[in-house]
């Protein structure tokens, strides 16, 4: 079975030798960008299936690579930052990255960070499941295309399968701590910002009555 293509961009030799020897002594077939046009580039000849990206590149930054994959093929993303600043990972989070890593990271945690974002996408890919309607929403998880009122609507990978998830158990309230645990795959409480950065671009995308919070508890979606 053919191994997953991850590229990885990263601007300091020493980081991005050290993330590659890994993933590929995990068995990941991996690609190497050093700046942000290169990125660009690469993605579009060998189409990976995850991308490990780094926020500061030259020529383009990190953020702005994301956005332009994101708005060619949806795929996973895992942002690597200098930066502790929350702001700067949920800005991250909304132009489309999945999940981040603030360097100094451990390389057991990336991979197992990669694994879980491939294994998500396996998952929904593996299990399809009837189209959901909710209202003028639509949820094809086996094509995993979203329309509302009959307009596509590009989300990404993580994005897709929050609402599927959300929308698979319409009305029914999550807490953060449970979407992290069944979506990202998290077993710990922790990140709960990235489920409000998620469910922000959501509602930025989708409109925001599809997704109702429930002050201290959780989030739910509802038929538009």
Not at 112 to 136: D, S, W
């Amino acid at each position: 079975m053919p191994s997953h293509r991850i590229l990885v961009v990263e601007d300091e030799p020493a980081i991005a030798d050290a993330v590659a020897e890994r993933l590929r002594a995990e068995g990941f077939d991996v690609e190497v960008a050093r700046d942000g046009p290169g990125a660009v580039d690469r993605f579009h000849r060998r189409p990976p299936d995850l991308v490990v990206l780094d926020v500061m590149l030259p020529g383009l930054d990190g953020l702005e690579v994301c956005r332009r994959i994101q708005a060619e093929r949806p795929v996973p993303v895992l942002m690597l930052t200098a930066r502790s600043d929350e702001t700067d990972q949920l800005v991250g989070l909304g132009v489309g990255a999945d999940d981040y890593l603030t360097k100094p990271f451990s390389m057991r945690v990336l991979v197992a960070r990669v694994r879980a974002l491939l294994r998500r996408v396996e998952r929904m890919r593996t299990e399809p499941r009837p189209v959901i309607r909710l209202g003028g929403l639509e949820v094809d998880r086996a094509a995993r295309r979203v329309r509302r009122d009959g307009t596509e609507v590009h989300l990404t990978p993580t994005e897709f399968e929050l609402l599927a998830f959300l929308a698979g158990s319409p009305g029914t309230v999550f807490s953060r701590a449970e979407l992290l645990e069944r979506v990202w795959g998290w077993a710990a409480g922790h990140g709960t910002r990235t489920v409000d950065s998620h469910v922000k671009a959501l509602r930025r995308k989708l409109g925001g009555e599809v997704i109702r919070t429930v002050h201290g508890v959780g989030y739910a979606v509802e038929a538009p």
